[in-house]
């Protein structure tokens, strides 16, 4: 099972990755995360990355390409994975698509979460997540039994600085011109399932996974 994860920012891609991984036995792979732990592993390659990083400027695509290349080849992304996070465009996706049908792992579908704008922001405004274990809740449709602990733990919530109004509109409007096209480049590709992604998480994740075993995806 190769999955490719869409979805506007706030949509759930993380959180319905980690659920999806854990059916399925097979590695939640977030550009972000390689990012860091290429950063931390002091790789050749991580250091080249950890000095665009700190320079304020992206990393450049062909070392992102790279990194993935590298965590595709590990034992446990043999039987499959999810990718979640990248491409953010076309040009990285038709990079992508190089990439995976020279390793001889195309995607099988690409997955958009739908979520309309006025939920995402209500969602990402609202988001607070503990510190200790990384239990995500909303203080509009899921909110703590205590004010700022966790309900998991007991450990302290946290509402990130960037998660705000003005922050997440602009998110949106680079989304909507930037990754949205994707939808109809996968759409092309006849490989485009369309999730609603408002309810609870784990409605959602039940029609996911309905539609998935329909298409004998796995």
């Not at 994860?5 to 759930?12: D, I, M, T, W, Y």
């Not at 990439?99 to 958009?112: C, R, W």
């Not at 784990?202 to 995806?217: A, G, R």
Request: hydrophobic share 35%; glycine share 8%.
């Amino acid at each position: 099972m190769r999955i490719l994860l869409l979805g506007a920012p706030g949509a759930g891609k993380g959180c319905q990755a980690k659920k999806l991984a854990a059916k399925y036995r097979i590695p939640q792979i977030s550009t972000g995360d390689l990012l860091r732990n290429a950063v931390n592993s002091g790789s050749p390659i991580g250091l080249q990355a950890k000095a665009i990083m700190e320079s304020g400027q992206l990393v450049p695509d062909d070392i992102v390409l790279n990194i993935i290349k590298n965590r595709l080849q590990e034992p446990d992304a043999l039987s499959g994975f999810i990718l979640d996070g990248f491409p953010r465009n076309e040009t990285q996706a038709l990079a992508l698509d190089t990439l995976l049908t020279k390793m001889q792992t195309p995607f099988e579908t690409a997955i958009l979460i739908d979520v309309k704008d006025d939920i995402l922001i209500q969602r990402i405004v609202g988001r607070e997540s503990c510190g200790d274990c990384g239990q995500i809740f909303n203080l509009f449709s899921s909110p703590p039994k205590k004010d700022h602990i966790c309900d998991s733990c007991g450990g302290t919530l946290i509402h990130r600085a960037d998660d705000n109004g003005e922050t997440i509109r602009n998110r949106l409007v680079v989304y909507h011109s930037q990754t949205e096209p994707l939808i109809n480049y996968y759409q092309h590709q006849h490989k485009l399932l369309k999730i609603n992604g408002t309810g609870k998480i784990e409605d959602i994740f039940l029609v996911m996974s309905d539609i998935l075993n329909e298409k004998e995806i796995h």
